[in-house]
């Protein structure tokens, strides 16, 4: 049988915390502990608990609680839609490489498995 790695928050066997709207999905990790954020059914990032503090997936900011955590990728998410959909431009494949691998449509897979990066001035370190 295999064992799935990572458990969707439907699954019975996933660790799973509410904080509503959200669900936080234990993913592995034991300092710091990692979370998938969910809200409604998509994936929203990832979230770390560490011994003295939480943080997310996208800004440098230390939060005393998983809440704190949460709202700030949510905001930050937002944010970020927002600015790409201004400027009615699809992102760029470097845009899509920073994007959490299972929030990318089938479209930009497909994108990137096609997308060869234009070399400049490669130096062998």
């Known amino acids: 049988m295999q064992r799935q790695i990572l458990l969707p928050p439907t699954d019975p066997n996933a660790e799973v915390q509410e904080i509503l709207p959200y669900k936080l999905v234990y993913v592995n990790g034991a300092c710091p502990r990692t ?27 230390r939060y005393a609680e998983p809440v704190d955590a949460v709202v700030g990728l949510d905001n930050f998410m937002k944010v970020a839609r927002v600015s790409t959909t201004a400027t009615g ?11 959490e691998f299972d929030a990318l449509t089938s479209e930009e897979w497909e994108r990137l498995k096609r997308y060869v990066p234009k070399t400049r001035d490669l130096v062998a370190a």
Do not use: C
């Open 35 to 61: 979370y998938r954020v969910y809200t409604n059914d998509s994936m929203l990032g990832v979230i770390f608990q560490h011994i003295t503090h939480w943080s997310n997936a996208v800004d440098k900011i």
């Open 89 to 99: 431009e699809p992102p760029t494949e470097e845009e899509l490489f920073d994007k």
